[in-house]
């Protein structure tokens, strides 16, 4: 990864909106060599930037992965996908799955108080700015039918929710 500078990117006074993080993201994903990446291994998280108000990262996904439903615990994030594809569903309950894809060259925001998941397909790269900063995230999962939220390290992959998946899906279904 060559010695890239978001520093003017990131300069706020406060946090970003949803809408200006995915905006950051876009600005930032143009300052990225995709040839240059490397492309070994399961795919990797580089932090570009942490500052008061937001972060951001760069992700490749050469394996897919499915991050399962989670919140930030109240960061926004503005996505940008450079390559592949990444699709985003906020939870919804009582009706069909709000499942939308992004393909290369486009951008999408997800506020602080959502509870989303996303899946990246393998080949995937991405920037996601966090804003302000990730400080926990929230796992959400059934267990025994009950709806639980688990707390989790913002350095750890958050768990996928197959019971969840599954019980959403159904609604989708009937
Ligand atoms: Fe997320």
New binding site residues.
Partial sequence: MPDLHFSDLAASDRPFTPEEAADVAARAASRVDLDALPRTGTGEAVLLWRDEHSEGWLNTWWESRD?GY?D?DGSC?GVHVLAGRASNEALVVGTARDVRAYGAGESFS?PGSGI?R?DHDAGAVTI?VYSPPLRR?GAYELVDGRLQRVSCSPDEP?PPSPALLAALSGTAAA
């Fill in positions: 991050t989670h930030h994030v997800f989303h996303m996601h995230i958050s």
